[in-house]
C-alpha cells in the first residue's frame, strides 16, 4: 500500500478544515499560503498547521510513492503575558481532531505513531505553544 504526499498532506488538512471551530477560519496559518498576523485582533489567538515529511521507506522505484512517516505540527499563538491556558486549550482541541480518527490517504491509512510537545516558544512577538503529532503511513 502507498499513497503519493501530496495526498498524505490533503488528507491530514482536509479533517482539520472539516473540524476545526476554536478560531475563525481566517486565523489559520497553513504553509505556503498568505497570512498576516498582524491584522489578528489585539489578544485573539491564532493557529499554524504544517506538514513535515519524515522517512520515506518506499523500497520501489516509484518515488511518487509514499510510505514511511509524517509529522503534522500544530502551533497555538496567543498574547504574550496571558496564561497559557489559553494556547493549551487550543492544542487539546487540535490533539481531539486526531485522536483516534480513521484517516485514508490513496490506498493508504495514517495512524498515529507519537505526540511529543507542547514546546513552547515566544515568536514575533506571540507566545507559542507547539505539539507535533507523528503519523506512519502504511
Not at 476554536?22 to 498568505?34: H, I, L
Not at 511518487?64 to 487550543?90: P, Q, R, Y
Amino acid at each position: 500500500m502507498a499513497t503519493s504526499l501530496s495526498q498524505v498532506r490533503d488528507a491530514l488538512l482536509t479533517l482539520w478544515s472539516s473540524n476545526w471551530t476554536a478560531t475563525p477560519n481566517n486565523c489559520v496559518s497553513f504553509q505556503n499560503y498568505v497570512f498576516d498576523p498582524s491584522k489578528i485582533t489585539k489578544g485573539a489567538s491564532w493557529m499554524e498547521v504544517r506538514i513535515i515529511p519524515g522517512l520515506n521507506t518506499n523500497k520501489t522505484l516509484n518515488l511518487d510513492l509514499f510510505v514511511g512517516t509524517v509529522t503534522l505540527e500544530i502551533s497555538s499563538h496567543t498574547a504574550i503575558g496571558n496564561s497559557d491556558s489559553t494556547a493549551l486549550k487550543l492544542i487539546d482541541a487540535a490533539l481531539s481532531i486526531y485522536k483516534g480518527a480513521y484517516i485514508v490517504s490513496g490506498t493508504s491509512s495514517l495512524t498515529i505513531s507519537s505526540i511529543s510537545g507542547p514546546f513552547e516558544t515566544v515568536k514575533d512577538g506571540w507566545f507559542r505553544l507547539t505539539t507535533r503529532i507523528n503519523f506512519r503511513v502504511i
